[in-house]
């Protein structure tokens, strides 16, 4: 059972169980919130799930979706995908759940824009809060999908030059490029540190109809993302440090995996 297990061993097993668990929570949590707008006047919508103090089952709705969120991130993160890389960094492990976090947000998003397309275009109902939530989670998205990057290497590099260095030149330049990344994480954090202090402080809200408090989450979150970031590109240094000299050629960037699976598509209609 454990064969294709990429770190979590035995514990694959409990992890998945937990995560069917508090996914078929949270399902019957949101049908049961989903039903009370039908059957109680005072109903908790959208505005109380931000607000959830004083509300219990607001609480447990909350804490059962953010445990489904992560049980599902470990359990996924526990297989490679075919083009991805293995784990060789002392961070590695850490990027690749935020990664797989991430790709749940995705879907997360595309959910809520579809609830947002049949309600406006169908029962002619638009919601206030839409917008405001695929904003909120696509701004982690975007920051999980840069550390996740970072732990794949697939961020921008010229191999034309770098593959030109003898291999001593190249740890060079990996050095110089980790010490900038470095320099930029500890300038950001200096001087946005306190701004985001103070946001957080306060729950900044976004200042519209829902009023979520997107400027006081996100500001903290892309500071602390920035020095995940910072560490994933410390840990590719010394990962990489005694490996062999690579050769890079535009034949890399082609997924022979996707490929063969649009042909065997196109073979089946």
Not at 202 to 231: Q, S
Request: proline share 4%; charged share 20%; glycine share 6%.
């Amino acid at each position: 059972m454990n064969t294709n297990s990429l770190w979590l061993g035995r514990m694959r097993g409990p992890v998945k169980n937990a995560m069917i668990g508090f996914i078929a929570l949270s399902a019957l949590l949101y049908l049961w919130l989903l039903a009370q707008q039908f059957l109680v006047e005072d109903a908790y919508g959208m505005f109380e799930m931000i607000r959830p103090a004083g509300r219990p089952l607001v609480q447990l709705a909350l804490a059962s979706f953010g445990l489904a969120l992560l049980f599902g991130s470990l359990f996924l993160s526990d297989t490679k995908g075919a083009i991805e890389s293995e784990p060789d960094g002392f961070f590695d492990l850490v990027s690749i759940v935020l990664g797989r976090m991430a790709m749940v947000m995705v879907a997360f998003v595309v959910l809520v824009m579809f609830y947002e397309v049949v309600s406006r275009y169908v029962f002619s109902k638009p919601t206030l809060w839409a917008n405001e939530l695929s904003l909120w989670v696509a701004s982690f998205v975007f920051l999980l999908a840069g550390l996740y990057a970072m732990q794949q290497r697939s961020h921008i590099r010229i191999y034309i030059i770098y593959d030109m260095m003898p291999r001593w030149m190249q740890k060079v330049s990996d050095t110089i490029s980790v010490l900038l990344i470095v320099a930029f994480t500890f300038s950001l954090v200096w001087g946005g540190y306190t701004d985001a202090k103070n946001r957080f402080m306060r729950m900044e809200t976004f200042g519209t109809a829902w009023d979520p408090p997107i400027p006081g989450i996100i500001k903290p979150a892309l500071l602390i993302i920035v020095v995940l970031v910072c560490i994933q590109a410390v840990s590719n240094l010394i990962a990489d440090w005694n490996k062999e000299k690579e050769h890079h050629t535009p034949m890399d960037e082609i997924d022979e995996v996707e490929i063969e699976n649009i042909r065997r598509t196109l073979e089946e209609k």
